[in-house]
């Protein structure tokens, strides 16, 4: 049974950082692009980032320079590194395994929220 828990969420003021963390069990890690979604109320679900095995990269532009994903794959784990939170960053963010050679093959996580606010 596969399993994505994600955690590391919770309120941050703005220019405040937080580290999300997804741990993947019941997966080949190796075998899947891992990513980071996010939504905000009354809003659709966006790519924040996602992370190939090899190391290749994509980030939604309102995250570039600000975030940073990276993945263990001894640890079945992907991060996200948030850094100079705004206000328009609070959503619930769900991890994502996508695997790499059948793209309909996905999983989520149950989501953890973040909340920038003052």
């Known amino acids: 049974q596969v399993h994505l828990v994600e955690s590391g969420g919770g309120l941050v003021q703005p220019g405040g950082s937080l580290r999300l963390s997804c741990a993947a069990s019941?997966?080949?890690?190796?075998?899947?692009?891992m990513g980071w979604y996010r939504q905000a109320p009354g809003k659709e679900r966006e790519l924040v980032a996602d992370?190939?095995?090899?190391?290749?990269?994509n980030y939604v532009d309102s995250v570039k320079g600000r975030f940073t994903i990276s993945r263990d794959n001894a640890k079945n784990t992907v991060v996200l590194q948030m850094s100079s939170l705004k206000p328009e960053d609070t959503a619930a963010y769900y991890c994502?395994?996508?695997?790499?050679?059948?793209?309909?093959?996905?999983?989520w996580g149950q989501g953890t929220q973040v909340t920038v606010s003052s």
């Open positions: 994502r395994a996508q695997h790499r050679k059948n793209p309909t093959v996905e999983y």
């Open positions: 019941g997966i080949i890690f190796s075998f899947y692009t």
């Open positions: 992370l190939g095995y090899g190391g290749s990269t």
